[in-house]
């Protein structure tokens, strides 16, 4: 009895290093795509940022640009009606 329990015994204990293998691999996997994630959100609110930035410089620009050109018509008006 004792030489059929040994076989199976040792399939058992083979089985359950396979499971501890495989939960310990899974949890890895688990784990790098965790911070794959953190690092695409990172990204991600990085070029939020940037593309914010980007907004206010181009509003900012073209918001000068037109006063500027408001400056001028008003100027060019004001010497046409003096000439």
Known sequence: MATAIAPR???QGAAT???T??????????KNVADNITGVKAGAD???VAA???????????????????SQVTQFSG???AA
Request: overall charge positive.
């Open 17 to 19: 290093q396979e499971i």
């Open 21 to 30: 293998r495989s939960t310990q691999h899974a949890a890895q996997s688990t």
């Open 46 to 48: 990085a070029a939020a």
């Open 79 to 81: 010497e046409n009606r």
């Open 52 to 70: 914010d930035g980007c907004e206010t410089r181009l509003r900012d620009g073209w918001k000068r640009r037109a006063q500027q050109l408001g």
């Open 9 to 11: 015994s040792s399939k």
